[in-house]
């Protein structure tokens, strides 16, 4: 792999990486990781819920299975505060430093999973947004995309559920269809990889688009 020499590729870059359950978001961010170090670009590797202490013992919280039913506003909420926290203390400063950003999910995650899954109210995820983030967006959002029945089956595979891996097959349905819609809605912001196809293939696929992110053409 030849190092990038566009000047583009040293402006700090926010890349989220989006999907439903057993996509393969782990897999491919470390192909992403490996690819941008291939290229010399400085970027750190950071996730949500969590990122910083305090936002990883939120998502503690909001990941463990409990007897108690969670209220989705009480849900919700939590969300943005881990991401309030890690926005301040390492996204913002990170990319002031001139560093690209890997985040595996952002608040595309949280339109899915709480308006689409939980069928939540979208404007006031949309106040919150306002609230937390003001303007600031990803810059680019790579949206791993594959039926959910495929994506559970490889999901399935794994260890202990936790508590959003225990939901219905309906609810990972309104996820699927929010991500899509917003990727539909915003065609310059969302790259769309088709994830049910060998690694080989989705690997070349986020390849392509990392190209066209470091050239510039996009963000
Ligand atoms: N959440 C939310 O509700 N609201 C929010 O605002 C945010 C998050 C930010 C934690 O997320 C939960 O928080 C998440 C949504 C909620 N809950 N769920 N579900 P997480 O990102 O940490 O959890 P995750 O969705 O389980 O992500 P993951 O660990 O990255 O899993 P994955 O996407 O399934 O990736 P994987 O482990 O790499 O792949 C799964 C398996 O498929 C694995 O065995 C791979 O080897 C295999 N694989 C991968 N690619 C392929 C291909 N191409 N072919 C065949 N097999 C493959």
Not at 105 to 119: E, I, V, W
Request: charged letters at 25%.
């Amino acid at each position: 792999m030849t190092k990038n020499t566009n000047p583009s590729a040293h402006v700090g870059r926010f890349l989220t990486v989006e999907g439903v359950e057993g996509v393969g978001k782990t897999t491919n961010i470390d192909f992403i990781s490996g690819w941008l170090e291939g290229q010399g670009i400085p970027y750190i590797h950071t996730r949500e819920p969590g990122g910083t202490p305090l936002a990883e013992e939120i998502r503690e919280l909001l990941l463990a299975p409990r007897k108690e039913q969670v209220a989705p506003t009480a849900e919700l909420l939590m969300m943005f505060a881990a991401r309030a926290q890690h926005v301040e203390q390492v996204i913002k400063p990170a990319l002031a430093d001139g560093k690209w950003v890997l985040c595996d999910r952002f608040t595309d995650a949280t339109y899915a999973y709480q308006g689409g899954g939980r069928k939540m109210d979208f404007n006031k995820i949309a106040q919150l947004e306002s609230m937390v983030q003001g303007e600031f967006r990803p810059d680019a959002v790579i949206l791993l995309d594959l039926p959910v029945a495929v994506g559970l089956a490889r999901a399935a595979k794994r260890g202990a559920l936790d508590r959003f891996e225990q939901e219905a097959e309906s609810f990972f349905q309104g996820v699927r269809d929010t991500y899509l819609a917003r990727a539909k809605e915003s065609p310059s912001r969302y790259w769309l990889v088709d994830a049910e196809k060998s690694l080989d293939n989705v690997q070349d696929q986020i390849a392509h688009i990392l190209n066209k992110i470091v050239s510039g053409q996009v963000g």
